[in-house]
Antibody, heavy 120, light 110 residues
């Protein structure tokens, strides 16, 4: 069974940084792209970033470019999202998600999410 | 990266069929086979209901079906049940090598 467990969320001041982590189990990690998707309170889903199974290709939403960095460690079955220069509008639950294929296509599994709150 | 367009809400009585539309452009829904639908019940994690526009993952009820025509994808729920009450989101891979979601549709069972 696919399991994705996120950690690292919390309260941070505007302009601050946070590193989100996700540990995966139950599947061949390197065979799947991984993504981060966020959901602001009471709002819809917003794709943030993805990384290919090998880690060589990364993709970002415009809202994340230049501020967020996705990375993965296939030896540890983990994917991370470094969040810098955080803004109030980045407040959301951040979901770690598995993609169906090795590269960016569709998401088929989701973690429980970790809440990031940006506030002074 | 504009969001895909979904109706804010759709409702139906138990046993009826409802259809949720998801309208994009020729840069996403219109050119991509990678169109998905997710169900999110209140306080829960999204669940994949349809992938590749028309395929159902194992374990998903056959009351759920997907279709696509041009720039619009659709999710149909047949034999509506109380447990189907949830938010539904579509998503599509885009020509810019990004993913885009729809704004979500709240399904109410009357």
């Amino acid at each position: 069974e696919v399991e994705l467990v996120e950690s690292g969320g919390g309260l941070v001041k505007p302009g601050g940084s946070l590193r989100l982590s996700c540990v995966a189990s139950g599947f061949v990690f390197s065979s799947h792209g991984m993504a981060w998707v966020r959901q602001a309170p009471g709002k819809g889903l917003e794709w943030v970033s993805s990384i290919s199974g090998s880690g060589t290709d990364t993709y970002y939403a415009d809202s994340a470019k230049g501020r967020f960095t996705i990375s993965r460690d296939n030896a540890r079955n983990s994917v991370s999202l470094q969040l810098n220069s955080l803004r109030a509008e980045d407040t959301a639950v951040y979901y770690c998600a598995r993609e169906i294929a090795a590269s960016l296509t569709e998401i088929d599994s989701w973690g429980q999410g970790t809440l990031v709150t940006v506030s002074s | 990266q504009s969001a895909l367009t979904q109706p804010a809400s759709v409702s139906g009585s138990p046993g009826q069929s409802i259809t949720i539309s998801c309208t994009g452009t020729s840069s996403d829904v219109g050119r991509s086979r990678y169109v998905s639908w997710y169900q999110q019940r209140p306080g829960k994690v999204p669940k994949l209901m349809i992938y590749d526009a028309t395929y159902r993952p194992s374990g998903v009820s056959d009351r759920f079906s997907g279709s696509k025509s041009g720039n619009t994808a659709s999710l149909t729920i047949s034999g509506l049940q109380a447990e189907d009450e949830a938010d539904y989101f579509c998503s599509s891979y885009t020509s810019s090598r990004t993913l885009v979601f729809g704004g979500g549709t709240k399904v109410t069972v009357l």
